[in-house]
């Protein structure tokens, strides 16, 4: 008889642990910061990984893939539910100190902490819409109509900016491009003889690829309706491309 009311007590603090654990509520600040997902399940499959933000009782969701850079800002963090407005749409999870999933109607992302804290949410906010704006006049179909390169080191140096490797970008030539078309996940660039296409992510005035080990990084930006793109090789050689927008 002691044994079982020593088991039946034993079960009912156990279960008292367990529903205290469930209920266990986590203070926003617990969250500040950047999150990075290492899974991610969304019919959404344009992108294969989010940042979240968390600041002061709000949470925001980013990409630097897919269609949409920004997916949700002003999230409300209450009772470890995401609300817009006065709609839950996730659930959060805190597996502990550093990691936390988050589900939803056909979502379900697992997080880690960043070690690294590049950005506040404010900040990601604002690159993220940025880009989104910038990204909708790079889309599209552009024809190169200048070409010019130049020494920034030294203007008067003819000699090195003749030399090969200071015209070429992941194998393409700079001064062979004839056109560049700009999807929402992808870069083309054409030449007489070939095309060569790349996935890459932007920011509000770079766009960044990865050819073999190498992530290249090219500046952007518009002038008279005309796109500009400036690369810069490794002895200041900058190589700089006009184009006019063909559709």
Not at 143 to 156: C, E, T, Y
Not at 165 to 173: D, F, G, L, P, W
Not at 219 to 227: D, P, S
Request: glycine content about 4%.
């Amino acid at each position: 008889m002691l044994l079982q009311k020593i088991q039946t007590g034993a079960l009912l603090i156990l279960s008292a642990l367990i529903i205290v654990g469930c209920s266990k509520t986590y203070d926003p600040s617990f969250f500040k910061g950047e999150w990075l997902s290492d899974s991610l399940v969304t019919k959404e499959n344009d992108h294969w990984r989010e940042f979240l933000y968390f600041d002061n009782g709000y949470a925001a969701r980013t990409t630097v893939w897919g269609r949409q850079y920004l997916l949700n800002k002003n999230l409300k963090v209450k009772d470890l539910q995401l609300y817009e407005r006065d709609k839950a749409l996730f659930r959060i999870k805190v597996i502990d100190s550093n990691k936390i999933t988050v589900e939803g109607k056909d979502y379900y992302g697992s997080f880690r902490r960043s070690n690294y804290q590049p950005d506040e949410m404010r900040t990601a906010v604002t690159i993220a819409e940025k880009t989104e704006s910038q990204r909708k006049k790079l889309l599209g179909q552009w024809k190169a109509i200048n070409f010019s390169i130049v020494s920034l080191q030294d203007p008067k140096d003819t000699f090195t900016i003749h030399l090969p490797e200071h015209r070429n970008i992941a194998v393409i030539s700079t001064d062979k491009i004839t056109a560049v078309n700009v999807g929402y996940n992808q870069l083309s660039f054409h030449t007489n003889n070939h095309i060569r296409s790349f996935e890459y992510n932007a920011e509000p005035d770079k766009i960044n690829f990865i050819s073999g080990d190498v992530i290249f990084s090219l500046k952007y930006y518009f002038q008279n309706e005309r796109l500009i793109i400036e690369y810069r090789t490794f002895r200041n050689i900058l190589n700089s491309v006009t184009f006019e927008k063909v559709r």
